[in-house]
Protein backbone atom coordinates (compact mmCIF):
# COMPACT_ATOMS: atom_id res chain seq x y z
CA UNK A 1 0.00 0.00 0.00
CA UNK A 2 1.00 3.44 -1.01
CA UNK A 3 2.25 6.47 0.88
CA UNK A 4 -0.67 8.32 -0.96
CA UNK A 5 -3.68 5.56 -0.10
CA UNK A 6 -2.07 5.43 3.45
CA UNK A 7 -3.38 9.48 3.96
CA UNK A 8 -6.00 9.26 1.72
CA UNK A 9 -7.45 6.16 4.19
CA UNK A 10 -6.22 8.79 7.48
CA UNK A 11 -7.77 11.26 5.56
CA UNK A 12 -11.23 9.45 5.26
CA UNK A 13 -11.11 8.11 8.96
CA UNK A 14 -10.17 11.53 10.33
CA UNK A 15 -13.66 12.81 8.45
CA UNK A 16 -15.44 9.94 10.02
CA UNK A 17 -14.68 10.57 13.51
CA UNK A 18 -15.25 14.33 13.02
CA UNK A 19 -18.45 13.82 11.46
CA UNK A 20 -19.69 11.60 14.14
CA UNK A 21 -18.03 13.73 16.82
CA UNK A 22 -20.33 16.81 15.31
CA UNK A 23 -23.40 15.13 14.58
CA UNK A 24 -25.55 14.70 18.16
CA UNK A 25 -29.22 12.99 18.17
CA UNK A 26 -30.55 13.96 22.06
CA UNK A 27 -33.61 12.02 22.88
CA UNK A 28 -36.79 12.81 23.86
CA UNK A 29 -37.28 13.36 27.41
CA UNK A 30 -33.25 14.52 27.58
CA UNK A 31 -31.64 17.77 27.48
CA UNK A 32 -27.67 17.67 26.89
CA UNK A 33 -25.55 20.81 28.37
CA UNK A 34 -22.52 21.59 26.04
CA UNK A 35 -19.52 23.08 27.00
CA UNK A 36 -16.95 25.25 24.45
CA UNK A 37 -13.73 24.79 25.97
CA UNK A 38 -14.89 24.27 29.22
CA UNK A 39 -17.31 26.85 29.32
CA UNK A 40 -21.15 26.42 28.36
CA UNK A 41 -21.78 27.37 25.35
CA UNK A 42 -25.43 25.56 24.91
CA UNK A 43 -28.16 23.42 25.81
CA UNK A 44 -29.21 20.39 23.12
CA UNK A 45 -32.75 20.02 22.91
CA UNK A 46 -34.63 16.29 21.66
CA UNK A 47 -33.57 16.00 18.04
CA UNK A 48 -31.01 16.46 15.41
CA UNK A 49 -27.93 18.48 16.64
CA UNK A 50 -24.43 19.98 15.20
CA UNK A 51 -21.55 21.04 17.53
CA UNK A 52 -18.44 21.62 16.55
CA UNK A 53 -16.30 18.57 17.28
CA UNK A 54 -12.92 18.64 19.27
CA UNK A 55 -13.66 22.40 20.58
CA UNK A 56 -17.39 21.62 21.70
CA UNK A 57 -18.16 18.68 24.26
CA UNK A 58 -21.30 17.59 25.91
CA UNK A 59 -20.18 17.47 29.27
CA UNK A 60 -23.90 16.45 31.04
CA UNK A 61 -27.00 14.62 30.01
CA UNK A 62 -30.03 15.58 31.60
CA UNK A 63 -33.45 13.84 32.12
CA UNK A 64 -36.14 16.34 31.97
CA UNK A 65 -39.09 13.93 33.43
CA UNK A 66 -40.32 13.73 36.55
CA UNK A 67 -37.69 11.98 38.69
CA UNK A 68 -38.38 10.02 41.87
CA UNK A 69 -36.28 10.57 44.41
CA UNK A 70 -36.44 8.42 47.80
CA UNK A 71 -35.77 9.88 50.70
CA UNK A 72 -34.48 6.90 53.25
CA UNK A 73 -36.30 6.17 56.78
CA UNK A 74 -34.56 8.23 59.36
CA UNK A 75 -35.41 9.06 63.85
CA UNK A 76 -36.76 12.43 64.11
CA UNK A 77 -37.19 13.36 67.64
CA UNK A 78 -40.56 15.58 68.75
CA UNK A 79 -41.16 18.22 70.83
CA UNK A 80 -41.93 16.04 73.78
CA UNK A 81 -39.03 13.77 73.43
CA UNK A 82 -40.35 11.23 71.47
CA UNK A 83 -39.04 8.88 68.76
CA UNK A 84 -40.50 8.19 65.48
CA UNK A 85 -39.19 6.82 62.08
CA UNK A 86 -40.23 8.58 58.84
CA UNK A 87 -39.55 8.43 55.12
CA UNK A 88 -40.55 10.27 52.08
CA UNK A 89 -40.57 9.79 48.38
CA UNK A 90 -40.12 13.34 46.15
CA UNK A 91 -41.19 13.64 42.08
CA UNK A 92 -39.00 16.59 41.04
CA UNK A 93 -38.52 17.77 37.61
CA UNK A 94 -35.75 19.54 35.93
CA UNK A 95 -36.80 22.86 34.13
CA UNK A 96 -33.66 24.94 34.15
CA UNK A 97 -30.64 22.14 33.23
CA UNK A 98 -27.86 25.38 33.43
CA UNK A 99 -28.72 25.87 36.65
CA UNK A 100 -29.38 22.03 37.61
CA UNK A 101 -25.56 21.24 36.64
CA UNK A 102 -24.07 24.48 37.51
CA UNK A 103 -25.66 25.37 40.63
CA UNK A 104 -25.49 22.12 42.89
CA UNK A 105 -22.97 19.54 42.39
CA UNK A 106 -25.48 16.91 42.87
CA UNK A 107 -28.85 18.12 42.74
CA UNK A 108 -30.45 14.79 43.69
CA UNK A 109 -28.75 14.40 46.73
CA UNK A 110 -29.38 18.06 47.75
CA UNK A 111 -32.84 17.82 47.31
CA UNK A 112 -32.95 14.59 49.05
CA UNK A 113 -30.68 16.16 52.20
CA UNK A 114 -33.01 18.73 52.49
CA UNK A 115 -36.33 16.73 52.34
CA UNK A 116 -34.46 15.20 55.37
CA UNK A 117 -33.11 18.11 57.89
CA UNK A 118 -36.54 20.15 56.69
CA UNK A 119 -38.67 17.19 57.80
CA UNK A 120 -36.71 16.78 61.16
CA UNK A 121 -37.22 20.41 61.51
CA UNK A 122 -41.10 20.53 60.70
CA UNK A 123 -41.72 17.31 62.99
CA UNK A 124 -39.51 18.55 65.78
CA UNK A 125 -41.70 21.51 66.56
CA UNK A 126 -44.87 19.00 67.06
CA UNK A 127 -45.84 16.90 69.92
CA UNK A 128 -45.82 12.80 69.41
CA UNK A 129 -50.22 12.50 68.44
CA UNK A 130 -49.72 15.27 66.33
CA UNK A 131 -46.75 14.12 64.50
CA UNK A 132 -48.64 10.70 63.66
CA UNK A 133 -52.21 12.79 62.41
CA UNK A 134 -50.69 15.22 60.79
CA UNK A 135 -49.19 13.54 57.60
CA UNK A 136 -50.81 16.18 55.12
CA UNK A 137 -49.85 19.15 57.11
CA UNK A 138 -46.58 17.93 57.05
CA UNK A 139 -46.57 17.34 53.39
CA UNK A 140 -47.47 20.47 52.86
CA UNK A 141 -44.89 22.65 54.84
CA UNK A 142 -42.61 20.12 53.63
CA UNK A 143 -43.01 21.00 50.12
CA UNK A 144 -43.67 24.78 50.59
CA UNK A 145 -39.85 25.01 52.40
CA UNK A 146 -37.91 23.19 49.91
CA UNK A 147 -39.99 24.81 46.55
CA UNK A 148 -37.78 28.15 46.81
CA UNK A 149 -34.27 26.36 47.23
CA UNK A 150 -35.39 23.51 44.17
CA UNK A 151 -36.04 27.06 41.71
CA UNK A 152 -32.81 28.10 42.12
CA UNK A 153 -31.05 24.67 41.42
CA UNK A 154 -33.31 24.80 38.44
CA UNK A 155 -35.92 22.10 39.54
CA UNK A 156 -39.53 21.71 40.11
CA UNK A 157 -41.14 19.90 42.84
CA UNK A 158 -43.99 18.67 42.01
CA UNK A 159 -44.74 16.34 45.02
CA UNK A 160 -43.33 15.29 48.10
CA UNK A 161 -45.23 12.50 49.92
CA UNK A 162 -44.71 10.79 53.58
CA UNK A 163 -44.46 7.70 53.01
CA UNK A 164 -44.23 6.37 56.35
CA UNK A 165 -44.35 8.01 59.82
CA UNK A 166 -44.29 5.86 62.33
CA UNK A 167 -43.15 5.27 66.61
CA UNK A 168 -39.65 3.56 66.93
CA UNK A 169 -39.65 0.32 68.50
CA UNK A 170 -38.43 1.64 71.84
CA UNK A 171 -41.60 4.27 71.65
CA UNK A 172 -43.54 1.58 70.00
CA UNK A 173 -43.50 -0.43 73.36
CA UNK A 174 -43.25 2.32 75.41
CA UNK A 175 -47.36 3.46 74.04
CA UNK A 176 -48.62 0.24 73.98
CA UNK A 177 -47.32 -0.43 77.90
CA UNK A 178 -48.88 2.95 78.63
CA UNK A 179 -51.98 2.29 76.88
CA UNK A 180 -52.15 -1.11 78.95
CA UNK A 181 -51.82 0.76 81.81
CA UNK A 182 -54.18 2.99 81.02
CA UNK A 183 -56.95 0.10 80.51
CA UNK A 184 -56.38 -1.50 83.64
CA UNK A 185 -56.62 1.75 85.68
CA UNK A 186 -60.03 2.28 83.45
CA UNK A 187 -61.39 -1.40 84.28
CA UNK A 188 -60.25 -0.92 88.35
CA UNK A 189 -62.52 2.66 88.05
CA UNK A 190 -65.23 0.68 86.50
CA UNK A 191 -64.94 -2.23 89.16
CA UNK A 192 -64.36 0.34 92.25
CA UNK A 193 -67.75 2.53 90.84
CA UNK A 194 -69.21 -1.06 90.68
CA UNK A 195 -68.69 -1.95 94.01
CA UNK A 196 -69.41 1.06 95.54
CA UNK A 197 -73.31 1.49 93.62
CA UNK A 198 -73.61 -2.53 95.00
CA UNK A 199 -72.81 -1.01 98.22
CA UNK A 200 -75.14 1.73 98.35
CA UNK A 201 -77.85 -0.18 96.77
CA UNK A 202 -77.31 -2.73 99.63
CA UNK A 203 -77.41 -0.60 102.30
CA UNK A 204 -80.87 0.98 100.95
CA UNK A 205 -81.97 -1.85 100.50
CA UNK A 206 -81.44 -2.74 104.05
CA UNK A 207 -82.77 0.10 105.33
CA UNK A 208 -85.99 -0.12 103.13
CA UNK A 209 -86.13 -3.54 104.44
CA UNK A 210 -85.90 -2.40 108.41
CA UNK A 211 -88.41 0.07 107.90
CA UNK A 212 -90.40 -2.03 106.11
CA UNK A 213 -90.09 -4.37 108.90
CA UNK A 214 -90.51 -1.67 111.68
CA UNK A 215 -93.78 -1.07 110.05
CA UNK A 216 -94.91 -4.30 109.99
CA UNK A 217 -94.09 -4.50 113.49
CA UNK A 218 -95.90 -1.35 114.12
CA UNK A 219 -98.98 -2.58 112.26
CA UNK A 220 -99.10 -6.10 113.64
CA UNK A 221 -98.72 -5.04 117.36
CA UNK A 222 -101.70 -2.42 116.70
CA UNK A 223 -103.50 -4.88 115.01
CA UNK A 224 -103.28 -7.42 117.99
CA UNK A 225 -104.25 -4.57 120.75
CA UNK A 226 -106.82 -4.19 118.61
CA UNK A 227 -107.89 -7.71 118.53
CA UNK A 228 -107.43 -7.61 122.02
CA UNK A 229 -109.64 -5.30 122.75
CA UNK A 230 -111.94 -6.38 120.57
CA UNK A 231 -112.59 -9.88 122.42
CA UNK A 232 -112.34 -7.86 125.66
CA UNK A 233 -114.91 -6.07 124.65
CA UNK A 234 -117.08 -9.20 123.30
CA UNK A 235 -116.47 -11.15 126.48
CA UNK A 236 -117.04 -8.67 128.95
CA UNK A 237 -117.44 -9.66 132.29
CA UNK A 238 -118.23 -13.24 131.56
CA UNK A 239 -114.93 -15.37 130.96
CA UNK A 240 -116.87 -18.63 129.71
CA UNK A 241 -115.77 -17.57 126.05
CA UNK A 242 -112.82 -17.22 126.75
CA UNK A 243 -111.95 -20.25 128.39
CA UNK A 244 -113.29 -22.72 125.28
CA UNK A 245 -111.46 -20.19 123.05
CA UNK A 246 -108.27 -20.62 125.07
CA UNK A 247 -109.15 -24.53 125.76
CA UNK A 248 -109.22 -25.35 121.64
CA UNK A 249 -106.08 -23.54 121.29
CA UNK A 250 -104.22 -25.83 124.23
CA UNK A 251 -105.93 -28.37 123.14
CA UNK A 252 -104.68 -27.57 119.43
CA UNK A 253 -101.26 -26.84 120.69
CA UNK A 254 -101.14 -30.41 122.58
CA UNK A 255 -101.73 -32.13 119.44
CA UNK A 256 -98.81 -30.73 117.37
CA UNK A 257 -96.54 -31.49 120.17
CA UNK A 258 -97.81 -35.08 119.71
CA UNK A 259 -97.73 -35.52 116.06
CA UNK A 260 -94.20 -34.05 116.14
CA UNK A 261 -91.93 -36.53 114.46
CA UNK A 262 -89.19 -35.86 117.86
CA UNK A 263 -92.19 -36.03 120.17
CA UNK A 264 -91.62 -39.33 122.28
CA UNK A 265 -93.03 -38.28 125.92
CA UNK A 266 -96.26 -35.69 125.76
CA UNK A 267 -96.99 -34.55 129.23
CA UNK A 268 -101.01 -33.64 129.73
CA UNK A 269 -101.95 -31.48 133.08
CA UNK A 270 -103.65 -33.49 135.37
CA UNK A 271 -106.72 -31.28 135.78
CA UNK A 272 -106.48 -29.67 132.07
CA UNK A 273 -109.75 -26.97 132.96
CA UNK A 274 -107.87 -25.62 136.36
CA UNK A 275 -105.04 -24.91 134.00
CA UNK A 276 -106.94 -23.22 131.42
CA UNK A 277 -108.47 -21.25 134.22
CA UNK A 278 -105.63 -20.40 136.00
CA UNK A 279 -103.98 -18.80 132.79
CA UNK A 280 -107.34 -17.07 132.11
CA UNK A 281 -106.85 -15.80 135.30
CA UNK A 282 -103.55 -14.62 135.16
CA UNK A 283 -104.54 -12.57 132.23
CA UNK A 284 -107.43 -11.27 133.60
CA UNK A 285 -105.74 -9.81 136.66
CA UNK A 286 -102.86 -8.53 133.78
CA UNK A 287 -105.60 -6.54 132.50
Known sequence: MSNAMVVVLAILVFVAVTIAKGVRIV??????IVERLGKYFGTLKPGLNIIIPY???????LVTKDIILDVQEQEVITRDNAVILTNAIAFVKVTDPVKAVYGVVDFSEAIRNMIMTTLRSIIGEMELDEALSSRDKIKARLRE?????????????????????KPSPSMQKAMEQQASAERERKAVVTRAEGAKQA?????????EASKRDANARVMLAE???????????AVGSDTTPMFYMLGEKYIASLERMGGADNAKVVVLPADLQEAVRGLVGGLAAKR
Not at 55 to 61: I, M, N, R, T
Not at 223 to 233: F, G, L, T
Open 145 to 165: SIADEAVDWGLTVKSVEIQDI
Open 199 to 207: AILEAEARL
Open 55 to 61: LDKVAYK
Open 27 to 32: PQGEEW
Open 223 to 233: ASAEAIRRVAS
